[in-house]
């Protein structure tokens, strides 16, 4: 069973939605007994960064994710389920994040060597894997949707995938242990999305 983490802040439904079509027996819960005993979990999250992040220690949703790394449960960041993984994020101000991957999370320049960028990067674009993984088996260089203004960078070990737009190669997926996360949202990607949460849930 799959849980998919509701502190109020994410997609949950189409996240759902795809785990329903692909077949996967899944919920969407609060219950942390409920998540400590899923097989597998995926942290969703989308908008601002400090309201997620308060949002989730407010649920105590902080010492669950450590649990279930303790544990070696499978777990999925989506979006600002990624970004609360890192260190820090500038965000309308300075925020510490769940520190389990070094790095930071920053915004988009609006103007790269003259040519100017719309923040947030919104839409598809292509998927580059730097290195094998099991959650991005043959997706290699093709494309996904993306809705941020802010992206993550940091240890270069973890990353798995990248992404480039405004002049930035930006991490578009991690992998640390049995946490793994993208930028990109794999329930708004179509076919290719699809696959990627069917990797997911065959890990």
């Not at 759902?16 to 005993?37: C, H, M, P, Q, R």
């Not at 400090?50 to 303790?70: C, M, P, W």
């Not at 965000?91 to 920053?106: A, Q, T």
Request: proline share 2%; aromatic share 12%.
């Amino acid at each position: 069973m799959i849980a998919i983490m509701d502190y109020g802040i994410g997609n949950l439904g189409s996240v759902k939605n795809a785990l329903d079509y692909l077949g996967f027996e899944n919920v969407i819960t609060s219950d942390k007994d409920t998540i400590l005993k899923a097989d597998k979990v995926i942290l969703p999250g989308v908008g601002a960064f400090s309201d997620a992040i308060n949002t989730f220690r407010q649920y105590g949703f902080d010492k669950t994710v450590d649990e279930l790394i303790k544990k070696n449960v499978p777990i999925l960041g989506i979006c600002v389920g990624m970004q609360m993984l890192f260190e820090k994020d500038y965000e309308y101000g300075v925020h510490d994040g769940l520190g389990l991957i070094k790095g930071e999370v920053v915004k988009f320049e609006e103007e790269f060597e003259g040519k100017k960028y719309k923040i947030p990067h919104m839409g598809w674009n292509q998927l580059k894997v730097i290195k094998d993984n099991e959650l991005l088996k043959d997706v290699n260089m093709k494309d996904v949707y993306y809705v941020h203004s802010y992206y993550a960078k940091g240890n270069k070990d973890d990353v798995i995938a990248t992404t480039t737009y405004a002049g930035v190669e930006f991490i578009a997926a991690i992998k640390r242990g049995n946490l793994y996360a993208t930028q990109f949202h794999p329930e708004k990607s179509g076919d290719i999305g699809l696959k990627i949460l069917k990797n997911f849930g065959e890990l």
